[in-house]
């Protein structure tokens, strides 16, 4: 059994900052692709930024430089860290990871989700 549990959302100020988390925990071999999505309510889904095995990252055009994504392979983690953020950032960011949960298997995971909402 795998499991992404995120931490860090919440409230904050527009031009504030927030870090977020996401571990991986369960019976993991390997973890490969990590990324972060988010949805805002009546909207779909949308990639936020990802992070490959090997740190290749990428980034929704949106978020024009204010996030960075990263990870920690030791504790199968990946954070985000997002500054200047604006009310359009308000949304539910689900944490997602390709991991290899035995010999031969991989599988795609999500997290629950945290909230963030940006607001004065």
């Known amino acids: 059994q795998v499991q992404l549990v995120e931490s860090g959302g919440g409230l904050v100020q527009p031009g504030g900052s927030l870090r977020l988390s996401c571990a991986a925990s369960?019976?993991?071999?390997?973890?490969?692709?990590m990324g972060w999505y988010r949805q805002a309510p009546g909207k779909q889904r949308e990639l936020v930024a990802s992070i490959s095995g090997g740190g290749i990252t990428t980034y929704a055009t949106f978020v024009k430089g204010r996030f960075t994504i990263s990870r920690d392979n030791a504790k199968n983690t990946v954070y985000l860290q997002m500054n200047s953020l604006n009310p359009e950032d308000t949304a539910v960011y689900l944490c997602n990871a390709g991991i290899k949960y035995s010999t031969n298997s991989w599988d795609n995971y999500w997290g629950q989700g945290t909230q963030v909402t940006v607001s004065s």
């Open positions: 369960g019976s993991i071999f390997s973890v490969n692709y």
